[in-house]
C-alpha cells in the first residue's frame, strides 16, 4: 500500500454502503470425512456473518474505511447475525421481516482431500408488502453515501429487476452503484448502467451463452457495456487474476506466485479494493492493481476476506496495459 502512495485517511469522511439482500450465517465445518446418508462428526466448528456485501465491508473496515452494511434480516438468526458484526465493529443498519429467519450456509471442508462442500438454505421468501417497503428504506438510508454496491443473490420474492430498482434509485441521487451478482440478476440489470460489474469465468460464460470463449470474445463483450455506458468492467481470473475494461483502456493484472490458503471471499475482496481506490479517485491502473494485490493477499489468510496488511505490497500484480 506504501509502495502505491494511497492514503485512505484522506477519505475519511467518504462512506460506502453494501447491501447484501439475502445475507447468512456461515457455518464453516472441517471434517475428516463427510459420507452421504452416514453419521458424520465435525472436528471444529466456527460461525460468522456471510455474504458478499458483508465480505467486502470486512475487507474495508481493515483497510479504514467509513462503511456500514444493510440488508434484510429475519428472525433470530438475523439478530445472532447482528450481534456478529458488532464484535467486528461493522456498523449496520438492516431491514427486518417480522417472518421467517435469515438463512444458515454451511461450507464443509474435507481435511483429509481439501475437498470443500456446501448446503445453502434459501433464506426468507419477501413478500410484495416489504419489498415496496424495502425500497422507501434504501431510498432514505443512501443519502449522504459515495457509493454502494449491491452484492450477492436475491432472496425470494424479489424478481432479478428488483437490483435494477436499486441502480436507478442511486442514480437518481448521483451516487456510484456496485453490481457484483450472478444470472439473470446480472444478465437482466446490465442495462441499467452500474458503475461497476464484476463476472467471473463462469458468470461471463452465462453472458456469452456459450461454455467456451476465448479471452478477445470476453474483453469484446465488456468493451460493448463499457460503450454502453458501465464505467468498470472486471472480469476476475481467479489465479490468473483480473481484467478491467474502461473507455481508457484494457488492463491485465497478473499476481505474483503465492501461496494459496483461502479463496473463500477473495473475489468480495476484489471489489473492496477498487471500492477504495474509486473513493480516492484513483487511476485506473492504480485501481486493478490495488484491487487484484488485495484479493491476493486476502487468499493467503485463513480467515474470509482477511488480509494481512504487513505482506500487502508482496502482492501487487504485473499490470499489462493495452489501448482499446
Known amino acids: 500500500m506504501k509502495n502505491m502512495n494511497l492514503n485512505f485517511k484522506s477519505i475519511k469522511n467518504k462512506k460506502v454502503l453494501t447491501v447484501t439482500l439475502n445475507p447468512a450465517i456461515d457455518k464453516q465445518w472441517s471434517v475428516k470425512s463427510l459420507e452421504i446418508g452416514e453419521v458424520n462428526r465435525i472436528n471444529q466448528v466456527s460461525n460468522s456473518a456471510g455474504g458478499k456485501g458483508l465480505n467486502e465491508a470486512r475487507a474495508l473496515h481493515q483497510l479504514g474505511i467509513n462503511v456500514v452494511v444493510t440488508g434484510i434480516i429475519a428472525g433470530e438468526n438475523g439478530s445472532y447475525l447482528m450481534r456478529a458484526l458488532d464484535k467486528?465493529?461493522?456498523?449496520?443498519?438492516?431491514?427486518?421481516?417480522?417472518?421467517?429467519?435469515?438463512?444458515?450456509?454451511?461450507?464443509a471442508n474435507n481435511v483429509v482431500n481439501h475437498q470443500i462442500t456446501e448446503l445453502l438454505e434459501p433464506g426468507p421468501t419477501v413478500n410484495k408488502t416489504d419489498a415496496n417497503k424495502f425500497l422507501i428504506f434504501f431510498q432514505k438510508l443512501i443519502k449522504g453515501f459515495d457509493i454502494v454496491s449491491l452484492a450477492g443473490s436475491l432472496p425470494h420474492g424479489l424478481e432479478p429487476m428488483f437490483y435494477g430498482k436499486l441502480i436507478k434509485i442511486c442514480?437518481?441521487?448521483?451516487?456510484?452503484?456496485?453490481?457484483?451478482?450472478?444470472?439473470?440478476?446480472?444478465?437482466?440489470?446490465?442495462?441499467?448502467?452500474p458503475n461497476f460489474v464484476k463476472p467471473n469465468v463462469d458468470e461471463i460464460r452465462q453472458l456469452l451463452k456459450?461454455?467456451?470463449?476465448?479471452?478477445?470474445?470476453?474483453?469484446d463483450f465488456a468493451k460493448e457495456q463499457v460503450k454502453n455506458g458501465i464505467s468498470n468492467?472486471?472480469?476476475?481470473l481467479g489465479e490468473d487474476g483480473a481484467l478491467l475494461i474502461t473507455k481508457q483502456g484494457i488492463y491485465h493484472a497478473?499476481?505474483?506466485?503465492?501461496?494459496?490458503?483461502?479463496?473463500?471471499?477473495?473475489?468480495?475482496?476484489?471489489?473492496?479494493?477498487?471500492?477504495?481506490?474509486?473513493l480516492l479517485e484513483a487511476s485506473s491502473e492504480q485501481k486493478i492493481t490495488f484491487a487484484t494485490g488485495l484479493a491476493t493477499n486476502a487468499s493467503t489468510t485463513k480467515g474470509t476476506a482477511e488480509i494481512n496488511l504487513k505482506t500487502l505490497n508482496d502482492h501487487f500484480p504485473k499490470v499489462i496495459i493495452t489501448s482499446n
Not at 468492467?233 to 476476475?236: A, P, T
Not at 473463500?264 to 479494493?273: E, I, P, Q, R, W
Request: glycine residues 6%.
Open 88 to 107: 467486528e465493529k461493522i456498523k449496520h443498519q438492516f431491514y427486518k421481516l417480522q417472518y421467517g429467519q435469515t438463512r444458515i450456509c454451511v461450507n
Open 254 to 278: 497478473i499476481p505474483p506466485k503465492h501461496l494459496i490458503v483461502n479463496t473463500v471471499g477473495c473475489g468480495d475482496t476484489l471489489v473492496a479494493g477498487f471500492l477504495a481506490c474509486e
Open 233 to 236: 468492467f472486471v472480469i476476475s
Open 210 to 219: 456459450r461454455k467456451n470463449f476465448s479471452k478477445k470474445q470476453a474483453i
Open 171 to 193: 442514480h437518481k441521487q448521483k451516487i456510484e452503484v456496485f453490481l457484483d451478482t450472478s444470472g439473470a440478476s446480472l444478465i437482466d440489470n446490465l442495462i441499467n448502467k
